[in-house]
């Protein structure tokens, strides 16, 4: 069996406030060919379809694109979850309808999971997928009260596969989840608040590969079979470095042959670069690069008019712009100069403190996560 898993697409996504649409579509149509090339008998896709809740019409348009050249053009089996950014109503509407074309969308949690039955010369290979869903929306839908965090949620849907296990039939897990020792980058929405959003590894033993989305870096997580295929594109500065990519799993009667990442080129790259004004104004730019989304970080200490006007002269699509040296005097220097890279917990703790002299308490801190909890979800549902 060979096929390929893939993750967090966002379709949808707005990056600075740049439609990143087309840029999509750029890397969606490697994505078909890369299918059709390697022979692939299958495509996994584990959640964030959409970037929200309601995603803008080119977003849809695009998702209908590729998933028809996909399952009616190529005629292979496209498995996808609900992720955090996803509506699961939404997403999940006509799915019995689809399923006969081969189109299996999984956006609720289920009591009593059916595997999706893939075939090849080795026999079947059962796959089960699990949309992301926070605590209280599992216990409801899984119609149990002892889920109190994302570890009793997932270990709990995992247990309910290996009632039905079959010795030697092979068995791959598509799910949405933050695992823990995984690498985690700007662009992800926390998955919970001052709570246990993490996963432990060891909730996904008996399965032959786990396909994982959420962490927008590729990366193997544990012993070996437990995999984040990564995001489509870099959506956030502190993804310069990544390789974005898709991940071909080959699988042979006995599991998992090999894992290999096949890259995605990007219309335009996403990079960081540093200087004074002068110095990078005087650097001859590459027009094959003349694409790449930029952030600059301006060393000049003196004061700089304009520096977006005249950087946007030479690259057009510097969309952000640091000067670390403004901030050097100042008390936001150090833990709140670096707001950014905060969660909201502790920016709220940090707020908290300077208000009222006092520290945050756990009784304080259980009421505001909850309370956040609660409008994230609202959000979520109405499209924000």
């Not at 959640?47 to 080119?58: F, K, N």
């Not at 399923?99 to 075939?119: G, K, N, T």
């Not at 709990?156 to 949405?176: D, E, F, M, W």
Request: aromatic share 6%; hydrophobic share 40%.
């Amino acid at each position: 069996m060979r096929f390929i898993h893939t993750a967090d697409w966002h379709l949808g996504r707005i990056f600075h406030g740049v439609h990143l649409t087309d840029d999509q579509a750029y890397v969606l149509d490697q994505l078909v060919d890369l299918v059709r090339e390697t022979g692939a008998e299958a495509l996994l896709v584990s959640g964030d379809i959409y970037d929200r809740a309601v995603p803008p019409p080119e977003a849809i348009n695009l998702l209908d694109d590729v998933i028809s050249r996909l399952v009616l053009g190529l005629e292979i089996p496209v498995i996808l979850i609900a992720g955090n950014h996803d509506s699961p109503s939404r997403l999940g509407f006509g799915s019995r309808l689809l399923a006969v074309q081969r189109l299996h969308v999984i956006s609720l949690l289920s009591p009593h999971p059916e595997p999706i039955i893939l075939e090849d010369r080795h026999g079947p290979v059962q796959v089960y997928a699990f949309p992301y869903a926070e605590p209280a929306v599992a216990r409801e839908q899984l119609q149990t009260e002892d889920l109190h965090d994302h570890q009793a949620a997932m270990h709990y849907c995992c247990n309910l596969t290996r009632g039905s296990q079959s010795p030697g039939i092979r068995k791959v897990l598509l799910a949405h989840a933050f695992v823990s020792g995984g690498e985690e980058s700007e662009s992800e929405r926390p998955l919970s608040v001052g709570g246990a959003g993490s996963v432990e590894a060891g909730c996904f033993d008996g399965f032959h590969y786990v396909a994982l989305g959420h962490l927008h870096r590729p990366q193997a997580i544990g012993p070996g079979h437990i995999h984040y295929a990564g995001s489509l594109l870099k959506y956030s500065f502190s993804e310069a470095e990544h390789i974005k990519s898709v991940t071909l799993v080959d699988m042979d009667a006995d599991g998992v042959q090999k894992v290999e990442r096949l890259p995605l080129t990007p219309r335009g790259d996403v990079r960081c670069i540093a200087g004074t004004l002068q110095e990078i104004l005087g650097t001859e730019p590459d027009p094959e690069r003349s694409r790449d989304f930029l952030k600059v970080t301006l060393l000049d200490r003196e004061p700089v008019l304009d520096a977006m006007g005249k950087l946007r002269m030479v690259y057009p699509n510097v969309l952000q712009i640091e000067r670390p040296h403004l901030f050097e005097a100042g008390e936001i220097k150090g833990s709140a100069g670096d707001h950014r890279h905060l969660s909201d917990i502790d920016l709220f703790r940090a707020f908290f403190h300077q208000v009222t002299g006092q520290e945050l308490t756990a009784e304080q801190t259980e009421a505001y996560a909850s309370i956040v909890e609660q409008l994230r979800q609202q959000e979520r549902e109405a499209g924000l």
